[in-house]
């Protein structure tokens, strides 16, 4: 089946695990083709959040045998590869473009927007702490000045990660977009 014959639902389909997509997003940023080695030490790293160095045994053996088994087989029945179970050899077919909306596109450089947003809560309780004891500095009639602030920030933080997601924008302070 070649790819231009792929339906929307046979595509998502096809990308509904997670395994494929990271192979097909592998093979795209190895230039449409890879062996299998590799293949299966990055999938197997970002699948346990860690670098290829650190992946074990087990993991490793985990990816390989579904890759090899069901999803590459898959990919190949689908025509959106060229699989050579016999020498490891993968190879994407042309019009890997039309696959990109179902692929995980930033899976090496994930910004921990988690992490920022609980900093800015940590930040807004400390404050409403020392507001309410009118300690220091921030007393009661600073709250609501340091509540509209804090909304300020997390509003800040929201359109960053939004515009983060977009293809093609840039962001200072080093946030990567798509």
């Not at 300020?152 to 983060?164: M, T």
Request: proline share 6%.
């Amino acid at each position: 089946m070649a790819d231009s014959d792929l339906t929307q639902a046979e595509l998502f389909d096809v990308f509904s695990n997670a395994r494929r997509r990271r192979a097909v997003q592998y093979l795209k940023r190895q230039g449409c083709t890879c062996d299998l080695a590799p293949l299966v030490e990055q999938v197997a790293a970002w699948e346990n959040d860690t670098d290829t160095d650190n992946v074990t045994r087990t993991q490793r053996r985990r990816v390989y045998i579904s890759l090899y088994q069901t999803h590459l087989p898959m990919l190949e029945d689908h025509g959106i590869v060229d699989w050579d179970p016999d020498g490891h050899k993968i190879e994407l077919l042309p019009n890997e473009d039309r696959f990109e909306p179902y692929l995980d596109r930033r899976l090496e450089d994930q910004q921990p927007w988690h992490q920022l947003y609980a900093s800015v809560t940590g930040l807004g309780i400390v404050a409403f702490g020392l507001s309410s004891l009118a300690v220091g500095p921030l007393t009661t009639a600073l709250a609501p000045a340091v509540a509209v602030a804090l909304c300020f920030v997390v509003l800040g933080l929201a359109a960053a990660q939004y515009l983060s997601r977009r293809p093609g924008v840039s962001l200072p302070l080093g946030f990567p977009s798509r």
